[in-house]
């Protein structure tokens, strides 16, 4: 029996799954620290079994030659690879600084050129500088693998020395890595550690074993070792967090779902965001980085503040340039006797009854017609403001006025002939008013205006320029061109507060009552 035959299928079948690990760990949307170099410790795995398995089933020396040659491309790298997914489980860091591994990557490197340099084609004689990583190779065979099995054995160069020190301590690195995750995790995660650990120390036992030989070995099982550690890291990483958890989340609630949803896990870690929240928050929130709940107070300050003591926050976002309002829960994501797996972050849409609400607060605070407060909250708002003024002895007015005659208006035009100048007016009358000044409705046609930083004299000037404003305007409705006028009453204090709230009040209805007596169309103050 060929059994060189048997480890090349072997070979190609794991070269051929750990392709499909390429695909599926770089195609990922889940946010699973270390997939990235999972997907490339698969391929560099892959590389090494179909590099491997053709130059054993290779017939010619210089097809053998450029087999090994393309085996080495993926094999400085794959202990490095290790490592660094290791070094991530540690530091919990989804993107390593490019400062902290550069270094490491000087040796791979280097040994790859080092053996690429070696020759690629039978019968040439390798200069000093071709032996740094193979001194030398020949030509050998055993029976015990196969009738008519013929392989390369090279001589190992200093290079070769080189990256297999170097690899045996990253070996040794990725088991203190993982013991030290290991002591801190999880009952649920510290078996897999451990076999992780176990794996790396595996690892650097081999290395020290290629190390005492002078020449590779007649069949070499790494390929077969390297492969089948990349699977099981897979397992032993990812099995809870990607075959338990996210796809229980995903059947209650994730899958089809056209508002926002967000996976977390049991420290509030972001593990997956559906295509509607990446598309809300992808203008705000970086998801190639490890987001936390904390993150979206960036965005929200009060939004993990609320979601940790009550569960429950309310938020605005921007969906296709309009403002959304989503009451967002935190739910436990729990399952039998297993417990907590983790957290969902739930966006309930609730704009249509914030809306409605809204409107029916709009409704108890402004008159329908003018849009001007109405007179409950004139009296709330301004007797406020009058209270103020009291403690601080600062200025304030009082206007009140009325249109003149506007029975006819209504009775000639028609009421809504008459509601249009009353809205009309009210337009006219605010570009004339200041932020503080409090404009209200106060009955009918009859309007009031509380000035917060205006003495009686200043007040008598801003109602003498309404009623010319007012005097002056054409109100035009369908044909007809209306013209009113209006009359005014105003009272207040500079410093000294001598009457209440309704008194001042009282007083600048008189003043209406006496410029209405006068002949209507003008301004009286009264002291």
């Known amino acids: 029996m060929r059994y060189d035959f048997l480890m090349a299928a072997f070979l190609f079948a794991m070269g051929g799954f750990l392709l499909i690990l390429v695909i599926f760990s770089l195609t990922r949307r889940e946010l699973m620290l270390g997939f990235v170099l999972l997907g490339l410790l698969a391929l560099a795995n892959s590389i090494f079994a179909f590099g491997y ?20 491309i993926a094999i400085p790298f794959i202990y490095l690879l290790w490592y660094l997914i290791s070094l991530q489980q540690r530091t919990r860091m989804r993107m390593l600084p490019i400062n902290r591994i550069w270094l490491l990557l000087i040796i791979p490197i280097v040994c790859l050129l080092a053996n690429f340099l070696f020759p690629w084609n039978s019968g040439i004689e390798p200069k000093w500088f071709q032996q740094l990583y193979f001194v030398s ?4 065979t055993d029976s015990g693998i196969g009738n008519g099995y013929v392989t390369l054995l090279f001589k190992k160069g200093p290079m070769y020395y080189a990256l297999m020190g170097f690899q045996m301590l990253l070996a040794l690195l990725s088991a203190r890595n993982y013991f030290l ?155 039998g006797e297993k417990g907590l797996f983790g957290y969902l972050l739930r966006f309930i849409d609730v704009t249509d009854h914030k809306v409605e609400m809204q409107r029916m607060e709009v409704m108890a605070t402004y008159d329908d017609l003018t849009q001007t407060y109405n007179r409950r909250v004139f009296y709330n708002k301004a007797s406020e403001a009058f209270d103020q003024a009291v403690l601080d002895k600062s200025r304030f007015a009082f206007i009140m ?70 005097g002056s305007q054409v109100f035009e409705y369908n044909t007809h061109k209306i013209k009113v006028t209006a009359s005014f009453g105003v009272s207040g204090a500079t410093k000294q507060v001598t009457k209440s709230f309704e008194h001042y009040i009282k007083d600048s209805d008189d003043g209406l009552y006496r410029a209405k007596n006068e002949g209507k169309n003008k301004v009286v103050k009264v002291q």
Do not use: W
Request: with cysteine; proline share 2%.
């Open 53 to 72: 398995a053709a130059f054993i089933l290779a017939d010619s020396e210089s097809a053998m030659l450029q087999f090994n040659h393309i085996q080495y």
């Open 181 to 335: 995750v290991f002591r801190k995790s999880e009952s649920l995660y510290k078996r897999n550690l451990l076999m992780l650990m176990i794996a790396s120390l595996i690892f650097a036992f081999l290395l020290t074993i290629t190390m005492i030989r002078n020449e590779t070995a007649i069949i070499d099982s790494a390929p077969l070792v390297t492969g089948a550690f990349a699977i099981f890291m897979l397992l032993a990483l990812y099995k809870y967090e990607f075959f338990d958890l996210i796809p229980f989340a995903y059947r209650q609630l994730f899958q089809g779902s056209a508002l926002p949803v967000v996976i977390l896990d049991k420290s509030k870690t972001l593990i997956s965001a559906n295509s509607s929240a990446r598309k809300i928050y992808g203008g705000n929130l970086d998801f190639r980085e490890i987001l936390s709940l904390k993150d979206f107070d960036q965005i929200d300050d009060k939004f993990n503040f609320d979601l940790e003591k009550t569960g429950e926050h309310e938020t605005v976002l921007e969906k296709n340039g309009d403002a959304r309002y989503y009451k967002v829960t935190l739910e436990s994501l729990r399952r």
């Open 401 to 470: 006025f009325d249109l003149d005659n506007f029975k006819e208006v209504n009775d000639i035009y028609g009421h809504q002939a008459g509601d249009m100048v009353l809205v009309e007016m009210a337009g006219i009358v605010r570009k004339h008013l200041a932020d503080s000044d409090i404009f209200s409705r106060y009955g009918g046609e009859e309007f009031i205006i509380y000035c917060s930083n205006r003495d009686p004299d200043n007040a008598y000037e801003l109602a003498e320029k309404l009623r010319y404003d007012l």
């Open 137 to 140: 190779y020949r030509v050998a």
